[in-house]
C-alpha cells in the first residue's frame, strides 16, 4: 500500500465517484462538489497570480496605463448585482461577443474554405469515389427545396443516411473506447499506485 | 426462445460488474499483443525525426485532467523523441489543469537527459497561464512573451530565458514544429490563429473519440499529421523502440473492445427473439 496521504485521498475520491454507478448519493456528491469547488479555485487562483496581479503590480505602475480601460471595462460586469446598475454589465460583454464575432469571421473562413475545397477529389481510386458518393447523398439528405418524393433526391437521401449512420457509428466507437481508457487510468492509478499490485 | 429475450434487458448492474473485471484483468495480466504501425502515426513519427538538433517545437497542450489517461503516454513519448533529436521545447497550455500536468511530466522524462534536466529555459520551457488561451496563441505569433504576461509556470520572467530570446515569436522561421495534445477543438483553434496565418500546419496529438473529426483536417494538409488515440500512442512508442504506458492500454482497448462485440451480439439476440415472441 502507498504511504502518500495524495495517494490516498485521491484513491478514496475515485472510489466515491464509482459509487455513482449504484445511484446517487452522498459519497458521489463530496465528490462532485469536490471536484467543482477545486477546478474553479485552481483557475481563479491561476489567472490572478498568473495574469492580473503582474498587470496590476507591475505593467500598470510601469506605465502600462492603457491597461486600465479593459480592466475597468471588465469590472463593470460585478454592476450586475445592483437593480439600477446592472444595465452596466452589458457594456463588458458587448465587447466580448463583439471581439468573439469579429475574431470568427477573421479566421475562420479559410479553415472552411479549406475543408470545401478538400471535399473535392480526383475520381482515380475507389476511396475518393465512396467518399463523393457519400458526401453527396449526405448534402441531398439535408435538401429539402424539390421535396423528398423526387426520385434523384430520394435516393440520395437514402445512400446518405447510410453516410450519416456509418460516420455516427464511427464516432460512438471511438468514443467508447475513449471512455474506457478514461476507466483505466483510475483502474491503473488504484492497482498501481495505491495497491501497489503492478509495476 | 423465453430465455433468449431476457438478453435484451440485461441489467445496467451486470454490465459495469463485466467492465469492472474486464480492465482490471488487463491490467493485472497483460497480454503482449502486437502493434501494427499505421501509415499516419508513421508519418507523425517521420515528422519529429526529420528535426535538426538545436530546433525549436512548439507543444500546445489543449487537455482536461480527465484525458490524462489517453495522452499524457503520449505526450511523454513525443517529448522523449524530441529530447532524443536535440529540439528545444516550448510548452504553452490551453486548459489551466494541463499546465499542472505538462510540469509534472517534464519532471519526470527529463531525468533521463542531462542537457535538458540542467537546461530549463535554454533547452525547454513551460509558460504561464494566460486565461484567454485562444486569444494568447494568437498574439504568440507576434511576441511569446507578451502573450503570457512574461511569466512561465514557476512565475520567473520569460524574457531573461536564453530560448525565448532565441525564438521569441511562434512563428514558422522560429518553430519547425507546432504540436497540439488535444482533446477538444484545439487543433482548429490552432488552425485558426497559427496554423494557416503562420504557414505551421500541426502534429496533433488527438484522443480516440476526436480521430474521425480530425482526420478531414489531415487529408486537406491544414493539419501536417496525425497520432490517432491511444492506439496511436502506442504504436509511436513501437517506432520509437521506447514501451511505456500507451502500449500498456492496448490490452484493455482490446479486451474492452470484445466485451462490447459479445454484448452487442447478446442484446441484438435477444432484440430478435423478443421480437419474434411478439409476432407469434
Known amino acids: 500500500l502507498s504511504t502518500t496521504i495524495g495517494i490516498w485521498v485521491a484513491a478514496i475520491l475515485t472510489i466515491f465517484a464509482w459509487t455513482y454507478l449504484y445511484g446517487d448519493n452522498p459519497l458521489w456528491r463530496i465528490v462532485e462538489y469536490l471536484y467543482v469547488g477545486l477546478a474553479v479555485g485552481y483557475m481563479v487562483g491561476t489567472s490572478i497570480l498568473d495574469y492580473v496581479w503582474p498587470t496590476v503590480a507591475r505593467d500598470i505602475p510601469h506605465g502600462h496605463w492603457e491597461y486600465v480601460i479593459p480592466a475597468v471595462i471588465g469590472l463593470l460586469v460585478y454592476f450586475r448585482y445592483g437593480k439600477t446598475s446592472a444595465w452596466l454589465a452589458r457594456y463588458p460583454i458587448a465587447v466580448l461577443v463583439g471581439y468573439g464575432a469579429g475574431y470568427q469571421l477573421g479566421f475562420q473562413p479559410r479553415t472552411l474554405l479549406g475543408q470545401i475545397a478538400g471535399s473535392f477529389y480526383q475520381l482515380n481510386k475507389f476511396d475518393n469515389w465512396v467518399i463523393t458518393v457519400l458526401l453527396l447523398g449526405g448534402l441531398l439528405y439535408f435538401f429539402f427545396t424539390l421535396g423528398k418524393n423526387n426520385p434523384v433526391v430520394k435516393g440520395g437521401s437514402w445512400v446518405g443516411r447510410y453516410g450519416i449512420v456509418l460516420a455516427l457509428g464511427a464516432s460512438f466507437g471511438s468514443t467508447l473506447l475513449y471512455r474506457y481508457t478514461l476507466f483505466y487510468g483510475r483502474a491503473l492509478f488504484i492497482l498501481r499506485d495505491w495497491l501497489h499490485l503492478v509495476h | ?280
Open chain 2, 1 to 280: 426462445v423465453n430465455g433468449m429475450t431476457k438478453l435484451a434487458h440485461i441489467r445496467n448492474g451486470w454490465i459495469y460488474v463485466l467492465i469492472f473485471a474486464v480492465v482490471f484483468f488487463s491490467i493485472l495480466v497483460p497480454i503482449a499483443l502486437p502493434i501494427p504501425v499505421q501509415p499516419q502515426t508513421r508519418k507523425a513519427f517521420d515528422k519529429v525525426n526529420a528535426l535538426p538538433a538545436g530546433s525549436n517545437a512548439f507543444i500546445w497542450m489543449s487537455y482536461g485532467s480527465g484525458a490524462t489517461a489517453e495522452l499524457n503516454p503520449m505526450f511523454d513519448a513525443l517529448v522523449t523523441h524530441l529530447m532524443e533529436r536535440g529540439v528545444n521545447i516550448v510548452i504553452a497550455s490551453r486548459t489551466v489543469d494541463a499546465l499542472q500536468v505538462a510540469w509534472k511530466e517534464m519532471q519526470t522524462e527529463v531525468a533521463a537527459f542531462p542537457d535538458y534536466a540542467k537546461g530549463y529555459g535554454s533547452k525547454w520551457v513551460v509558460l504561464g497561464w494566460n486565461p484567454s488561451p485562444d486569444v494568447a496563441i494568437r498574439q504568440a505569433t507576434s511576441n511569446i512573451a507578451t502573450a503570457y504576461n512574461n511569466v512561465d509556470f514557476t512565475g520567473k520572467a520569460l524574457t531573461d530565458m536564453p530560448l525565448i530570446k532565441q525564438a521569441p515569436a511562434l512563428t514558422a522561421q522560429s518553430y519547425a514544429l507546432g504540436i497540439v495534445m488535444d482533446d477538444t477543438d484545439g487543433y482548429l483553434q490552432w488552425i485558426n490563429r497559427v496554423g494557416q496565418p503562420e504557414n505551421l500546419p500541426p502534429l496533433v496529438g488527438a484522443i480516440q473519440m476526436e480521430v474521425p473529426v480530425v482526420s478531414p483536417y489531415v487529408n486537406t494538409g491544414q493539419i501536417g499529421a496525425i497520432i490517432p488515440g491511444a492506439n496511436g500512442a502506442a504504436q509511436y512508442e513501437v517506432l520509437l523502440h521506447h514501451p511505456g504506458g500507451a502500449l500498456r492500454t492496448q490490452n484493455t482497448a482490446s479486451l474492452a473492445a470484445l466485451l462490447v462485440v459479445v454484448l452487442l451480439i447478446l442484446g441484438n439476440l435477444g432484440f430478435v427473439a423478443e421480437r419474434r415472441q411478439k409476432a407469434a
